[in-house]
């Protein structure tokens, strides 16, 4: 008997099939005081642009975020949070569904995290990390992630 083909993170599995379900990758470069907005939704590839394009949870889908990453030059604390809303780009009116504050030494330059049974963002939504401390930024940070996309 052969196994069938998922997708997933430890016992939190999706049945894989061309059509239904989907594995897809994040990312955000360089958010902080190369000028950039603190509050910036993650993005996917695009043959349109090196950076990406925004990334919206489709119509009748949801999206399970299981791995997130990110790394910074902060030597200091850093408090971050994610956010799912129906707004690129914003913090204000959306979900918050994930924080943590971070006490970082100098050398703690990359954390990652597994999202047990996953970060769930509904149709409309941005998945959209952010420093949730209200600071200014001072440091530079990117983050990067994967999940499953299905069917609502």
């Given at each position: 008997?052969?196994?069938?083909?998922?997708?997933?993170?430890?016992?939190?599995?999706?049945?894989?099939?061309?059509?239904?379900?989907?594995?897809?990758?994040?990312?955000?470069?360089?958010?902080?005081?190369?000028?950039?907005?603190?509050?910036?939704?993650?993005?996917?590839?695009?043959?349109?642009?090196?950076?990406?394009?925004?990334?919206?949870?489709?119509?009748?889908?949801?999206?399970d975020?299981?791995?997130?990453?990110?790394?910074?030059?902060?030597?200091?604390?850093?408090?971050?949070?994610?956010q799912?809303?129906?707004?690129?780009?914003?913090?204000?009116?959306?979900?918050?569904?994930?924080?943590?504050?971070?006490?970082?030494?100098?050398?703690?330059?990359?954390?990652?995290w597994?999202?047990?049974?996953?970060?769930?963002?509904?149709?409309?939504d941005?998945?959209?990390?952010?420093?949730?401390?209200?600071?200014?930024?001072?440091?530079?940070?990117?983050?990067?992630?994967?999940?499953?996309?299905?069917?609502?």
């Amino acid at each position: 008997m052969t196994e069938p083909n998922t997708l997933g993170w430890d016992s939190t599995k999706w049945l894989h099939d061309s059509t239904d379900t989907k594995r897809i990758t994040l990312f955000r470069t360089l958010v902080g005081d190369d000028g950039a907005s603190g509050n910036l939704s993650l993005h996917v590839a695009s043959t349109d642009s090196l950076t990406g394009v925004d990334y919206v949870v489709p119509s009748s889908r949801v999206f399970d975020l299981l791995y997130g990453q990110y790394s910074t030059d902060n030597t200091t604390d850093f408090p971050i949070a994610i956010q799912g809303n129906q707004v690129a780009d914003t913090i204000t009116s959306g979900t918050l569904l994930w924080c943590l504050k971070l006490e970082m030494a100098s050398t703690e330059k990359i954390n990652q995290w597994n999202f047990g049974g996953g970060l769930h963002f509904v149709a409309g939504d941005y998945v959209t990390p952010y420093e949730f401390d209200g600071a200014t930024e001072n440091f530079k940070w990117s983050f990067w992630g994967w999940g499953v996309e299905s069917d609502a």
